[in-house]
């Protein structure tokens, strides 16, 4: 919980936290240093000591973040990534060795090879498009498409010159599976609907997949998953990326997905409230399939897992990729709603990215630079006090995690530690460390000179 009052901070107070909790990374990973996932394992320890060696201009953060991604690829040698995953498998170590590729050029040859890799693991998955067909797995950020395009396309930019046919090929398998789930047949489910037989699985007492119960109880008819992690925000932002799609038939496919999608968004609001809000779920109408409009009732927590600033994230980039201002328009009502939002709507509880402070700060930077709308700047720096605010010398990465109970996690990691913690204090004061954001965002920053603050 928050320790102290949450004024407004100095540059010179955030550097100073983000190089303590640069140096506890420095001392030990923990648990971190033996995960090969970019969630909560070393690639993005890795990641954020890269970007404090660039802010906080010591050359020990850098070799740091080298022996992690390091031992990364010895993990991965000792057992393989299966997935291929942004959060969970191979895209997120590719992302790791684009960061630093960048400014290494000798990690080239390693990133084409993995590259590639990523590129033939896609190809052979089956992506099915068809409406009842379709997991939320199979094209969200953590483990599906959206992030397998994002990492080929970033790590595709990196190399420089034309991709190799095999990540041209997955590129454009990708773009096309995740534009034909925009569309809306208009007499039946969405494409991104998840019927019962394709909920979240765990082995049953014969071993073999069986629904998680939960899913089985509260959705009977299946469900419709609205957070940017897992739900159609993270498609939006995938197709939104101005290298996603070449060629004129492809980009005007990606164009009107976009526009579609960012409607169907809209539409999807909790009814009845003074501001843009969504759900975390969604039932379905169990006659028609349609989302059910009565189901709209409990608002999700503020945070970019689910809820608005998730929302906004994957509507933000969409009016650049489909000409239409809506979507970013909405994005900016939704983001500046939040302070009619109460404190137990908001769930604000945990300084960390996934659910908690540290992606608001991130979400709202990005919102800040892109519209330079100055509440935007406002809020960015109010979450940011809040964010320092939970700072304690007695807890091991001076940020710890908390649930929803207030129960406190002493994590290293990105998505929900300190290592996510740390990017996000770099980013707020330094525009070399800001374009961090793009592994959140999926889509990189547009010109700084859109927004000033």
Known sequence: MESRSAGKVTDDEVLRLAREVADRLLESAGAAAEKADLADGAPGVA???????????????????????????????????????????????????????????????????????????????????????????????????????????????????????????????????????????????????????????IPGPDGEPTPLPGYVKDFPDGVYNLGFAHGPGGILAALSRPDAAHGDERSRRVRQGVRALARTLDGLRVDGLDRPAWTNLLLPHPDSGRPDPASRRIPARSAWCYGVPGVAAGLLPASAACGDPEPTDLAVEALL????????????????????????????????????????????????????????????????DYDPWGTRDHNPGLLNGASGVLLTLLGAVSDAAAGWDELLFLTPRQDPGMGEK
């Not at 630093?100 to 590129?119: G, I, K, N, S, V």
């Not at 693991?121 to 959206?146: C, F, K, M, N, W």
């Not at 939970?390 to 807890?395: L, N, Q």
């Open 47 to 201: 990641i954020a000591l890269r970007y404090a060696a660039e802010v906080l201009d010591d050359d020990r953060y850098f070799t740091a973040g080298r022996r992690h991604l390091r031992r990364t690829a010895e993990m991965s040698a000792a057992e393989p990534l299966r997935a291929p995953g942004l959060y969970l498998g191979t895209a997120g170590v590719v992302w790791a060795v684009t960061e630093f590729a960048r400014p290494e050029p000798r990690y080239l040859p390693t990133l084409a090879t993995m590259t590639d890799q990523l590129a033939e693991q896609t190809l052979a998955i089956p992506l099915p498009t068809a409406a009842r067909s379709v997991a939320a797995h199979e094209y969200d950020v953590v483990g599906g498409a959206a992030g397998w395009l994002a990492a080929l396309l970033k790590a595709t930019g990196v190399l420089g010159g034309p991709p190799t046919d095999t990540v041209a090929e997955a590129t454009a398998r990708l773009v096309d599976y995740l534009a034909e789930l925009t569309r809306d047949d208009g007499d039946g489910p969405l494409r991104w609907f998840c019927a019962p037989s394709h909920f979240p699985s």
């Open 337 to 400: 709603g939040i302070e009619r939002t109460p404190a137990e709507e908001q769930r604000l509880n945990s300084p960390t990215l996934c659910h908690g402070l540290a992606g608001l700060v991130t979400v709202y930077g990005r919102a800040a630079a892109q519209t330079g709308v100055p509440d935007l700047w406002r809020l960015r720096d109010e979450f940011l006090a809040r964010l320092c605010a939970y700072a304690d010398p007695d807890h091991p990465y001076l940020f710890p």
